[in-house]
């Protein structure tokens, strides 16, 4: 089994940054890949930002040129959230695992909350 624990989540003006952390533990050998996902309320998750063994990375095209998502150890993501709009406002989770994008463990997710 793989554990996942994310923080950085908060409260910021739209155009501010956040940086989202993903600490990974157990038996993360099983995973080849970490990846992001949100859920709005009334919407269904999403996936944001994945990246795979040899730092190839994956972006929804609603964030592209304003998220990275970085791997900075076989332990753990960030994901480093720019110019940042109220439509990102969400429960941001982590995800690891071997599909693509990943999806086979999930932390429990960290409150984004982004206001006009």
């Known amino acids: 089994q793989v554990q996942l624990v994310e923080s950085g989540g908060g409260l910021v003006q739209a155009g501010g940054s956040l940086r989202l952390s993903c600490k990974t533990s157990g038996d993360i050998y099983l995973a080849n890949a970490l990846g992001w996902y949100r859920q709005a309320p009334g919407k269904q998750r999403e996936m944001v930002a994945a990246?795979?063994?040899?730092?190839?990375t994956e972006y929804a095209d609603f964030v592209k040129g304003r998220f990275t998502i970085s791997r900075n150890s076989t332990r753990s993501t960030d994901l480093q959230m720019n110019s940042l709009k109220p439509e990102d406002t969400a429960v941001y989770y982590c995800?690891?695992?071997?599909?693509?994008?990943?999806?086979?463990?999930w932390g429990r997710g960290t409150q984004v909350t982004v206001s006009s």
């Open positions: 990246i795979f063994s040899g730092q190839t």
């Open positions: 995800a690891a695992g071997w599909s693509t994008p990943p999806n086979e463990f």
